[in-house]
């Protein structure tokens, strides 16, 4: 598989899209994320909303495990945003802010 070239294409890399890279990454879906990364998780005082954690746990630290945890297994994080997707009828195309290329044959927007 060429470097540029991936399983899985996911736009958004907060609690969503992370989530679905390290459980990707998991079952040997060649993953790149795009976006801010780890997304707004920076911003949120409490996440008792999201399943399993406490109480007192915050964004920011929750945020850093999630994005180790997506890059420990694997998945590729280039810290830019996802400009432009298209799909040719075979695979989808990514344009990042960088102007650089991807290929996926499978896109997730994580929003």
């Given at each position: 598989?060429?470097?540029?070239?991936?399983?899985?294409?996911?736009?958004?890399?907060?609690?969503?899209?992370?989530?679905?890279?390290?459980?990707?990454?998991?079952?040997?879906?060649k993953?790149v994320?795009?976006?801010?990364?780890?997304?707004?998780?920076?911003?949120?005082?409490?996440?008792?909303?999201?399943?399993?954690?406490t109480?007192?746990?915050?964004?920011?630290?929750?945020?850093?495990t999630?994005?180790?945890?997506?890059?420990?297994?694997?998945?590729?994080?280039?810290?830019?945003?996802?400009?432009?997707?298209?799909?040719d009828?075979?695979?989808?195309?990514?344009?990042?802010?960088?102007?650089?290329?991807?290929?996926?044959?499978?896109?997730?927007?994580?929003?």
């Amino acid at each position: 598989m060429a470097e540029n070239q991936y399983d899985l294409m996911i736009a958004g890399a907060g609690p969503a899209g992370l989530t679905a890279a390290i459980y990707a990454q998991r079952l040997g879906i060649k993953t790149v994320v795009f976006g801010d990364t780890p997304g707004n998780l920076h911003l949120i005082e409490n996440l008792t909303i999201f399943p399993g954690l406490t109480d007192d746990e915050t964004g920011a630290p929750f945020g850093s495990t999630v994005f180790a945890q997506a890059k420990k297994e694997g998945a590729f994080l280039p810290m830019t945003w996802l400009n432009l997707l298209s799909h040719d009828g075979e695979q989808f195309m990514g344009v990042d802010s960088g102007s650089r290329q991807y290929f996926a044959r499978t896109a997730l927007i994580a929003c």
